[in-house]
């Protein structure tokens, strides 16, 4: 099952996560989509608790969601 979130309480509890996201190349934007790795998970979630800049206070928080 495949189920798109943008609220890290429920995000949180997916077994994999995916990123989406656009890129530009020869003048054309693409659309491509990545497996995240455990790093990449906890960062994504904390850009989701609390906008682009990752601070301390949102790892902590995207580590708690995720149960570490």
Excluded: C, W
């Amino acid at each position: 099952m495949l189920a798109i979130k943008n609220l890290p309480q429920i995000a949180a509890k997916g077994d994999t996560h995916f990123l989406v996201y656009k890129y530009d190349e020869n003048g054309k934007t693409y659309t491509s989509i990545r497996q995240l790795n455990k790093n990449e998970r906890i960062d994504e979630l904390a850009k989701m608790v609390g906008g682009n800049e990752i601070t301390d206070t949102t790892l902590k928080t995207a580590k708690e969601l995720i149960g570490k």
